[in-house]
């Protein structure tokens, strides 16, 4: 499988303080995405960083990638209660038969504490 | 808009029983598909489409069908419900076919329980 790994599994911080999630993949890669999930809702984009891209930024996001080493990261700032949720990231095959296929992890519950 | 709408939110089955989970989107995106989120599994791609009457398999396909007549809607059909297909399924669709610069826009999702 191509599927993103996601680590932690989960990550309990308090209100304040820097959330970081780690992703590592299997094969080469169009792009990688990060989607957040609230609490029995779907699934929404937060970020995309192409493969030709080392790092992105939105707002309190910083997403780095690594192709090297098939890994990426997403960086949470100044975390808020609100940033409670699910996040998965998810990889875009390289090409041929799977292309257009977009793969997800098992994804980071976060809980931050007010 | 309403980007991506699922119905029902709910659904309870009798194993052996079949129905279908609409989805609908109308953003007039060409790349349409289908997952399942099963606990400390993640999403797994069930079915995707890339346009009108063009579907393929992804990682779980067996016991679902799929149609894409519209570019509007992508129906998955369960042929006889069984309880492994409790789950929570997601409707996605993305312009384009997911491609380079694209991202996927998700429903809220049906939870289905086979009992």
């Known amino acids: 499988s191509q599927q993103g790994e996601e680590d932690p599994q989960a990550l309990s911080i308090q209100e304040g303080e820097n959330a970081t999630m780690n992703c590592s993949y299997k094969t080469s890669i169009n792009n990688l995405q990060w989607y957040r999930q609230n609490s029995g809702r779907g699934l929404v984009h937060l970020i995309l960083i192409r493969s030709n891209e080392r790092e992105k930024h939105s707002g309190r996001l910083r997403v780095t990638l690594d192709t090297s080493k098939k890994s990426s990261s997403l960086l949470i700032t100044a975390s808020r209660a609100a940033d409670t949720a699910s996040y998965f990231c998810?990889?875009?095959?390289?090409?041929?038969?799977?292309?257009?296929?977009?793969?997800f992890g098992r994804g980071t519950q976060l809980t931050v504490w007010p | 808009n309403a980007g991506v709408t699922q119905t029902p939110k709910f659904q309870v089955l009798k194993t052996g029983q079949s129905m279908t989970l609409q989805c609908a989107q109308d953003m007039n995106h060409e790349y349409m598909s289908w997952y399942r989120q099963d606990p400390g599994m993640g999403l797994r791609l069930i079915h995707y489409s890339v346009g009108a009457g063009i579907t393929d398999q992804g990682e779980v396909p067996n016991g679902y069908n799929v149609s894409r007549s519209t570019t509007e809607d992508f129906p998955l059909r369960l042929l006889s419900a069984a309880p492994s297909q409790t789950s929570v399924y997601f409707c996605?669709?993305?312009?384009?076919?997911?491609?380079?610069?694209?991202?996927?826009?998700f429903g809220q999702g049906t939870r289905l329980t086979v009992v």
């Open positions: 996605a669709s993305s312009p384009r076919g997911v491609g380079i610069n694209t991202e996927a826009f």
């Open positions: 998810a990889t875009l095959a390289g090409g041929g038969s799977t292309l257009g296929r977009l793969y």
